[in-house]
């Protein structure tokens, strides 16, 4: 439980959580399963991650996703 809410994380939550209402919304409308899948991990991921840390490392995971599995699928 967050005693204490943290400017940072807060502003990183926010943007990460639009990076992925963009990459939902792409996904949707171009019918990029991916993409879309990415989206909705990304906004997940703000929800579940209390670390900003972390959070930067998944979150920079899951926007690489699509463009590298891309090429293998």
């Not at 204490?4 to 963009?22: H, K, M, Q, R």
């Not at 579940?48 to 599995?69: E, F, H, N």
Request: charged share 10%; net charge neutral.
């Amino acid at each position: 439980m967050l005693t204490e809410l943290d400017p940072l994380l807060l502003f990183a939550n926010i943007v990460i959580g639009s990076i992925g209402t963009g990459y939902f919304i792409y996904g949707k409308r171009q019918s990029h399963l991916l993409a879309l899948l990415a989206g909705i991990g990304l906004i997940a991921l703000t929800f579940v991650v209390t670390d900003l840390g972390w959070l930067c490392l998944w979150a920079m995971l899951l926007m690489a996703a699509p463009k590298l599995l891309g090429q293998y699928l």
